[in-house]
């Protein structure tokens, strides 16, 4: 099928569909606690009822909301991080389907022409609210009529008392609640992104800080100032991280993410590094004097430094 990859998780290569597989089925954005779930399921079916099959996932590049909807939702994860996801949860391949090329496909033509013909699918593992075909009119039932009692359907994954699904992700992140975020995620949201020049205002005052543009296709928690841990390398080091637009030296500018490294003196331009979101320490604030904001920082940086 035009733009479909079939990727080798534990090989991490481009490889031929094996000959019987059991597939999970979704979008699987941030692949959180529940999406999980979803992966043991089918590894657990594989390995007892369907030895001789690959167990992998099926979704796509991209997400199905990035062609349905007319502002795409920000996503929770890029491609590569639910590649690695995927592998830790022991899947052994990952198809990577083009959307518009099956965009059109009915539910019925969906499960011949891709489960069946193209993946040669022997078991499938989707979540109670799975959608597929055009118009979205495949559903786990559809499923289920297909494949009888090798189509299981995962009940609503709860967690203090609502469903864990990427859309309350976003919705805490937006409200900088990092720490439920991390939570329903099983990690703490995080990105990776270059080191960037940036104006080295933070030099002024002090208080040298790493520069990032989060990727454009994720979600852009709420402005203000976090709690962090950034990895470089081996290393994973405690940061004090501004989102937003520097309020007090220069309220025009576009967003981007500022980390102050505790006990870093290093030059890392142009290094690809990782940056996890902890805790959410206040809003962005325009304060009267550099003075002020260097104060303000003084404190942030402290509470980071005490953070377990």
Same mark, same amino acid.
């Given at each position: ?8 998780? =534990? ?23 529940? /999406?999980?779930?979803?992966?043991? %399921?089918?590894? =657990? ?29 920000? &996503? ?43 993946? /040669? ?30 189509? &299981? ?25 990092? %720490? ?6 099983? &990690? ?6 270059? *080191?960037? /020049? ?11 800080? *790493? ?11 709420? &402005? ?21 637009? /520097? ?7 576009? *967003? ?29 604030? %325009? ?20 953070? %377990?």
């Amino acid at each position: 099928m035009p733009g479909t990859e079939i990727i080798s998780l =534990q090989e991490s290569h481009i490889f031929k569909m094996p000959e019987a597989t059991v597939l999970c089925l979704g979008n699987f954005d941030g692949v959180h606690v529940a /999406h999980r779930t979803l992966l043991r %399921k089918a590894k =657990q079916i594989r390995d007892t009822r369907f030895p001789h099959a690959a167990c992998g996932v099926l979704c796509f590049h991209g997400l199905s909301s990035d062609f349905l909807q007319g502002t795409p939702v920000p &996503h929770l994860s890029d491609e590569g991080a639910r590649l690695d996801a995927f592998r830790e949860e022991g899947m052994d391949f990952a198809v990577l389907c083009d959307f518009p090329t099956v965009q059109h496909m009915s539910a019925e033509q969906f499960i011949d022409r891709i489960l069946l013909d193209e993946c /040669h699918c022997v078991a499938t593992v989707c979540g109670f609210n799975y959608r597929f075909g055009e118009y979205g009119a495949g559903t786990p039932e559809t499923l289920e009529a297909h494949f009888g009692n090798a189509a &299981h359907t995962e009940p609503a994954f709860m967690l203090d008392g609502a469903p864990v699904s990427s859309t309350r992700i976003r919705t805490c992140l937006l409200e900088g609640d990092a %720490k439920t975020a991390a939570t329903l995620l099983s &990690h703490p949201y995080r990105f990776v992104s270059p *080191v960037l /020049h940036g104006k080295k205002l933070g030099r002024t005052i002090g208080i040298p800080t *790493v520069n990032q543009v989060i990727p454009r296709s994720l979600l852009v928690p709420r &402005h203000g100032v976090y709690i962090t841990d950034c990895k470089i390398g081996d290393r994973v080091l405690r940061g004090v991280t501004n989102v937003g637009v /520097h309020p007090t030296v220069d309220e025009n500018a576009p *967003v981007n993410c500022e980390t102050y490294l505790l006990d870093f003196h290093e030059e890392i331009y142009g290094e690809e590094i990782e940056l996890s979101f902890l805790r959410y320490l206040r809003p962005e604030e %325009k304060f009267s004097t550099l003075e002020a904001l260097r104060s303000r920082i003084a404190l942030d940086i402290e509470e980071a430094r005490n953070y %377990k």
